[in-house]
């Protein structure tokens, strides 16, 4: 089955809105997202109520690791996915003369990793770092958490948010400079608007279900539903996967994926944060350009689409944060948020120094 978008702009409100609505319902389609948005199509196979519960744990397990390895893998690991600051020299050589744009992920990339998700703040020294970043490079947010939550958390009206693994997207409200033809347009996309609806009643039935399992934490995420037990015993992960198992047997149209301590269930259009990088690109209209060199960072499972993306496209890179090896996509790591900070504080002084070069020129 295929879902057809259009986009539409609205002349009195001077906003860019994409949402699901009929076709041949007047609205005005905008070529530069066409491509992306023409042939949305649901997932075969939704209802995460399909599978067995004891894949579920092993693969909660195999997105959660809570051991370190110190063993020769590591170093092996650190050799194909070298520190993006040891490296950074050699990474702005290869950006030379193109138009970098920046894709971070929130939790454990700009913020440390909480018990409570509620309380995932930012350090007011990231924030100014991403406010800079921000003047030197188009800079986008891409989470898995509600667009409006992490904007209260980040509170920097300059940047794009993609919330909900890039099921809910708003740009800056100013003019952009990097795209001449937004004339002070906001962007807004919301290819999953029908789903509101149920994701709302699912996130009732989780909240009700999970009481029986200590320290499991439903959040509403807008356009998914996220299952926290990073603080649930791991003897219970077993009866926490059955309880969300329950609930989305009677949910077909919607999907499971499974994060860094978290179950999260999502409509099962195929849409993911690599599909949102591709979006913003075309919304900047940097997407068919042979000289941007996009730059995704990220520290969960979710991410690796974007990193997939990137590979693919064969330009930028990822970067995945992490302390110890896993299998990814991205071409560099970093160990934590203050790496990542130290990577996009030496981002803003290689900027500065090459404008403050070329103004002498």
């Known amino acids: 089955m295929t879902q057809k978008q ?3 702009v609205s002349e009195t409100k001077s906003e860019v809105v994409a949402q699901n ?17 023409k042939n949305l ?5 939704g209802g995460g109520g399909g599978g067995r519960v004891n894949g579920w744990i092993e693969s909660m397990k195999a997105s959660s690791p809570t051991h370190p390895s110190l063993s020769q893998d590591q170093t092996s690991w650190i050799v194909q996915h070298p520190s993006a600051l040891d490296m950074f020299d050699q990474i702005m050589e290869s950006s030379k003369g193109k138009q970098i744009v920046m894709f971070l992920d929130y939790d454990g990339t700009l913020s440390p990793i909480v018990e409570d998700p509620d309380r995932a703040f930012m350090s007011n020294s990231m924030r100014k770092t991403v406010r800079k970043l921000a003047r030197c490079f188009p800079t986008a947010i891409v989470t898995g958490r509600c667009k409006d939550k992490v904007y209260n958390f980040v509170r920097l009206g300059e940047l794009y948010y993609a919330g909900s693994h890039g099921l809910d997207i708003k740009g800056p409200t100013r003019t952009s400079k990097y795209n001449k033809d937004r004339k002070g347009e906001t962007l807004h996309f919301q290819p999953a608007s029908q789903f509101l609806p149920m994701i709302d009643e699912v996130y009732q039935r989780l909240v009700d279900k999970t009481k029986s399992v200590p320290g499991a934490m439903v959040e509403n995420n807008k356009f998914c539903v996220s299952v926290h037990f990073r603080c649930v015993d791991e003897k219970k992960w077993s009866e926490l996967a059955h309880q969300v198992k329950l609930v989305l047997k009677d949910y077909p149209k919607l999907r499971l994926t499974e994060g860094r301590k978290v179950l999260e269930i999502r409509p099962t259009i195929k849409w993911d944060k690599g599909k949102a990088l591709e979006f913003l690109l075309e919304s900047l209209g940097l997407a068919h350009c042979s000289d941007v060199f996009p730059v995704y960072i990220g520290d969960d499972r979710s991410d690796e689409d974007a990193f997939k993306k990137l590979r693919d496209r064969g330009q930028g890179f990822g970067i995945l944060v992490s302390k110890f090896p896993k299998e990814t996509n991205a071409y560099y790591s970093l160990q934590e948020p203050k790496e990542v900070m130290d990577f996009l504080q030496r981002l803003v002084e290689w900027k500065e120094v090459s404008l403050n070069t070329h103004s002498r020129v």
């Open 41 to 45: 199509e649901i997932i075969n196979g």
């Open 6 to 8: 259009n986009v539409i």
């Open 21 to 37: 609505k009929p076709l041949g319902g007047g609205y005005i389609s905008i070529s530069r997202s066409s491509i992306i948005l």
